[in-house]
């Protein structure tokens, strides 16, 4: 299987399905708390440095993302959730968009969750766990900024997010880290196993 990371582009913002490309090429979804590092995960996976816009205020994006790799594979990411400053309306809102495109779209193929390996998974992130897990879609867990902690605390952080979001043990969880590339040939391996490429 051979994707070209070179030939990826930003295709369309949208919030509801009619909006979505028209596309048979297979989604992988990207979902995580806001701040968590969706944005600098996809650019690490996809070699750029700003393809995917790095939020500098927490909570801001309120659209999907559907970016085009290589006409091959659609990487999809879901609005950011669990930004303590966002009203109750918005938050709303944004469970709307994610809950309508995890239902309904037949396209995804894949969902990638995201938490932060220095912290225990929050309320929220039980909770988009326990939905993603009612989608009955391959999945896995990214457990971003691995930088940031040291090798021999890195085991210790995986349990406690495995036992946390109670994962079955044949749900990986990768650490990952956008500043030393960590994960990113794992995470491309696991992509590529889960989804059957069109085209």
Not at 73 to 97: M, N, Q, R, T
Not at 111 to 119: S, W, Y
């Amino acid at each position: 299987m051979n994707i070209n990371t070179n030939n990826a582009k930003f295709e369309v913002s949208a919030v509801k399905p009619e909006q979505y490309p028209i596309s048979n090429l297979p989604e992988v979804a990207f979902v995580g708390r806001s701040n968590v590092g969706k944005s600098s995960t996809i650019n690490t996976l996809l070699n750029r440095k700003n393809l995917a816009r790095v939020g500098r205020t927490p909570g801001k994006t309120r659209e999907i993302n559907f970016y085009n790799i290589d006409n091959k594979i659609f990487f999809v990411d879901l609005p950011g959730y669990g930004y303590a400053k966002v009203s109750k309306s918005k938050k709303s809102s944004w469970g709307e968009i994610i809950d309508t495109y995890l239902y309904t779209r037949y396209q995804l193929k894949l969902i990638l969750m995201l938490v932060d390996i220095r912290h225990t998974p929050t309320d929220d992130d039980k909770i988009m766990y326990e939905w993603i897990r009612s989608c009955n879609l391959p999945h896995f867990i990214i457990a971003c900024k691995a930088d940031k902690i040291s090798r021999s605390q890195v085991n210790g952080r995986l349990q406690d997010i495995k036992s946390t979001l109670n994962l079955d043990d044949k749900i990986a969880v990768i650490p990952f880290s956008s500043e030393t590339r960590q994960g990113r040939d794992e995470v491309w391996g696991r992509i590529v196993k889960n989804i059957e490429i069109v085209g």
